[in-house]
């Protein structure tokens, strides 16, 4: 029997079978790219679940490390700017004066270490210091309203260190050794000073609180950054 120009036989019974198998074969090939987009779908969700989570876990990384600093970095002590000491007992006070020498020069200090007097024209950098400072430099600092904290390596234990660096505060505060002293610590600001024996005395504090940024200066509200780091510098 011929076909028709359609490629379809005369047949009808025929021609409704190859009809039925061309639906059927065009339904396949629907539900085949219907299933590879979704397969793509879901690889593309899974992979974008992955990197989400990586991103996650970074964030999250990222906000731990930020906790962790924040709670193990050194907590600084922080003292009200101003006061005189004069109710503190054993602090003596002195007369000294102000006057810039050039640098290398060795000034004969009234006090050990120096409270005052002669110095350099440039300061020390306040901070905490590993390595013993010139009293050239660090007087400087005090003509600026800084309080310069030094104990004898030889008399101090490295626990005392530690309590003598928790009750220094960030900053117009210099934390040094100073060898050869009269005693184990002594606490100095601009023509004031204080020695004890200990760095568990309260009085370390209280004179922080007292001459502290004092305004009882020459140079008060001057600078204690930007100048000499001296060695050691932590």
Known sequence: MAKNGKGTSGNPARAAEQQ???????????????????????KRQR?????????SAAVLAVVAAIVVSY???????????????????GVETFENDTTHVEIGTEVDYAQTPSA???????????GIYTEPQE????????EHGAVWLTYDPAQ???????????????????????EGM?????????????????????????FFEEYW???????????????YDGPGKA
């Open 116 to 126: 005052g007097g002669e110095h350099y024209p440039y300061w020390l950098n306040c």
């Open 213 to 227: 940024r004092s305004e009882n200066v020459p140079e008060p509200g001057s600078a204690c950054s930007g100048a």
């Open 156 to 178: 101090v234990s490295d626990d005392d260190i530690a309590r003598l660096e928790a009750i220094t505060p960030r900053t117009y505060a210099i934390l040094s050794p100073y």
């Open 135 to 142: 009293d050239e430099y660090a007087t400087h600092s005090m």
């Open 20 to 42: 039925l198998t061309v639906k059927q074969q065009r339904e396949a090939n629907r539900q085949a790219k219907l299933a590879e987009y979704q397969a793509q779908l879901k």
């Open 182 to 206: 009269d005693s184990p610590i002594s606490i100095q600001a601009w023509n004031a000073q204080l020695k004890v024996d200990s760095a568990d005395d309260p009085r370390l504090g209280e």
């Open 71 to 89: 709670v193990f970095a050194p907590q600084y002590a922080e003292y009200t700017a101003g006061g005189d000491g004069s109710a503190i007992e």
């Open 47 to 55: 992979g974008k679940l992955v990197w989400w989570a990586v991103g």
